[in-house]
């Protein structure tokens, strides 16, 4: 009988605090998303900045691959309660790294249509050039 392993929170508690941190802080500012879910063989990706008082809402870029990714929230219990083919369900991106705040993220993907075009060209944009061929 094989043994199942525990299942990985979705949010880790180091992100939880940070996350709890940025939606505790109400100065106007434009957080880094410390956070990207996305869904592993399909539309959604999220890019998430902070949690709400409620412990549930995440506020965030949102984009469901419809063409208009948009600032808001959505709602941690849904997104863990997402049972998708294969066992799968909504993922971390462990290696996400935010570069840039918030609104810069939502008007580049708006400008190029959805979040994962963003992510494209952010990769670009810090790549560290490359010298001559030898």
Same mark, same amino acid.
């Given at each position: 009988m094989s043994q199942r392993l525990p299942a990985r929170p979705l949010i880790p508690d180091e992100i939880m605090a940070q996350l709890i941190a940025?939606?505790?802080?109400?100065?106007?500012?434009? @957080?880094? @998303?410390?956070?990207?879910?996305?869904?592993?063989?399909? @539309?959604?990706?999220?890019?998430?900045?902070?949690?709400?008082q409620d412990a549930d809402s995440l506020f965030g870029l949102c984009d469901l691959d419809q063409g208009f990714p948009e600032l808001g929230y959505v709602s941690r219990g849904e997104l863990e309660a997402v049972k998708l083919p294969f066992g799968l369900r909504i993922e971390r991106d462990p290696h996400f790294v935010g570069h840039m705040p918030l609104t810069q993220w939502a008007s580049l993907a708006h400008r190029l249509g959805s979040v994962f075009a963003a992510e494209g060209a952010v990769r670009l944009m810090i790549r560290p050039p490359h010298g001559p061929c030898h």
């Open positions: 940025n939606g505790m802080t109400d100065d106007g500012r434009d @957080p880094v @998303p410390v956070l990207k879910l996305f869904n592993p063989i399909g @539309p959604g990706r999220w890019l998430i900045t902070e949690i709400a």
